[in-house]
Nanobody, 124 residues
Framework: EVQLVESGGGLVQTGGSLRLSCAAS????????IVWFRQAPGYEREGVSC????????YYANSVKGRFTISKDNAKNTVYLQMNDLKPEDTAVYYC?????????????????WGQGTQVTVSS
């Protein structure tokens, strides 16, 4: 059974940091791209960061470039999202998603597997 479980969300002040984790089971990252999406109330789900399965290329939304870093630990089958210099506009539920694809897409229907989400709240 394929499963993605996020953790690491919480409440942090502006300028603070959090590290989200996405633990995968039922598959490996060898042939699965992993993407982080987020969704704030009243807004559509948006892609934040992605790491491909081929050459570990990483991609970031313009709004998080230079502040967020995606990485993966194949031994632990876990992907991380290090979030620094957090801003109130980063407040959202963060989801990790995956599918057996080599490249990344910002289009949510592209991915079959989703975690349950973890809440990130940045206070001003």
């Amino acid at each position: 059974e394929v499963q993605l479980v996020e953790s690491g969300g919480g409440l942090v002040q502006t300028g603070g940091s959090l590290r989200l984790s996405c633990a995968a089971s039922g598959f490996t990252f060898d042939d699965h791209a992993i993407v982080w999406f987020r969704q704030a109330p009243g807004y559509e789900r948006e892609g934040v960061s992605c790491i491909s399965s081929t050459d570990n290329s990483t991609y970031y939304a313009n709004s998080v470039k230079g502040r967020f870093t995606i990485s993966k630990d194949n031994a632990k089958n876990t992907v991380y999202l290090q979030m620094n210099d957090l801003k109130p506009e980063d407040t959202a539920v963060y989801y990790c998603a995956s599918d057996r694809v080599t490249e990344c897409s910002w289009h949510p229907p592209f991915y079959e597997y989703w975690g349950q989400g973890t809440q990130v709240t940045v206070s001003s």
